[in-house]
């Protein structure tokens, strides 16, 4: 049967004095590359890149106008409603 822990207690943990050290310690060092390796790996990541087709291109293009237009119209509403309302609140003071 498992010990029951005591509320509101912590088990104690040694810190070291700078918290990146061990990281930085433990980290595995990455091996050098000369400058037409990285050049080659490069231009293989490159090909791996697939662009949007035009149609692509012009469908999101159009739904970000969309979306563009319905969030404008939202908070000016919103904005209108609270305009109206801080009038009103402010008239019953007067």
Do not use: C, H, N, Y
């Not at 050290?21 to 990285?38: E, G, N, T």
């Not at 319905?70 to 008239?91: E, M, N, Q, Y």
């Amino acid at each position: 049967m498992a010990k029951a822990k005591t509320p509101g207690r912590r088990p104690q943990t040694a810190q070291p004095a700078i918290a990146g050290a061990a990281v930085a310690a433990d980290a595995p060092k990455k091996p050098r590359v000369s400058i037409p390796q990285f050049l080659s790996q490069v231009r293989a990541e490159g090909r791996k890149i697939v662009w949007p087709s035009r149609k692509e291109t012009w469908i999101t293009s159009v739904m970000v106008f969309i979306m563009v237009a319905l969030a404008s119209a939202f908070f000016f509403l919103v904005d209108t409603g609270l305009a109206f309302a801080s009038r009103i609140i402010l008239a019953i003071g007067q």
